[in-house]
T-cell receptor, first 115, second 116 residues
């Protein structure tokens, strides 16, 4: 069974540019999560999809971030325009069961550097 | 509300000696607790999880953790460290309630160094 995959593994962009991160969850997992770790800080929740619906987007920092999950399969996270403070590692995770009991499987992350 | 405190940002132990990584949690609900590990250039991997069954939880690679409600702790231990254990370890809490609130809350991580 393939794990959670993320693309690209590393992205370097200039301030003001746009970047789109992609996450492919484990096949059959309805739940998809985005998390972020900025330098020196803890990993923080961004948002949670159940299939194609946003269940919880309370962690999204501002309206420069847009997440989509069309068709309930892969998800994209777009940052437009990128700012210096957006630099960090963006993790995607997926899970099968709901209710806080299901293990979340994480991808390797995308390291975003904004210069 | 929930939070996790990892008491040590860095821990160094000699190969073959015991490992102790400390974690305290706070949760308004009866929580699920996890330890994840991240090796260099790899994704986060689940080591073990507590979800209300036995309070002593055994995980992969010889790690285990004990849930102590009275102390609100979930410390991670291993009897004998191996060089391959060098990594960053995260204590994580999730509210164990029904559908709609599964987001994980991470500690700041503990970097474990193994001395040959």
């Amino acid at each position: 069974e393939a794990g959670v995959t993320q693309f690209p593994s590393h992205s370097v962009i200039e301030k003001g540019q746009t970047v789109t991160l992609r996450c492919d969850p484990i096949s059959g997992h309805d739940n998809l999560y985005w998390y972020r770790r900025v330098m020196g800080k803890e990993i923080k929740f961004l948002l949670h999809f159940v299939k194609e619906s946003k269940q919880d987007e309370s962690g999204m920092p501002n309206n420069r971030f847009l997440a989509e999950r069309t068709g309930g399969t892969y998800s994209t996270l777009k940052v437009q325009p990128a700012e210096l403070e957006d630099s960090g590692v963006y993790f995607c995770a997926s899970s099968h069961r709901t209710g806080g009991r299901g293990e979340q499987y994480f991808g390797p992350g995308t390291r975003l550097t904004v210069t | 509300a929930q939070s996790v405190t990892q008491l040590d940002s860095h821990v160094s132990v000699s190969e073959g000696t015991p490992v102790l990584l400390r974690c305290n949690y706070s949760s308004s609900y009866s929580p699920s607790l996890f330890w994840y590990v991240q090796h260099p250039n790899k994704g986060l991997q689940l080591l073990l999880k507590y979800t209300s069954a036995a309070t002593l939880v055994k995980g992969i690679n010889g790690f285990e953790a004990e849930f102590k409600k009275s102390e609100t702790s979930f410390h991670l231990t291993k009897p004998s460290a191996h060089m391959s254990d060098a990594a960053e370890y995260f204590c994580v809490v999730s509210p164990r309630i029904s559908f709609g609130n599964e987001k994980l809350t991470f500690g700041t991580g503990t970097r474990l160094t193994i001395i040959p």
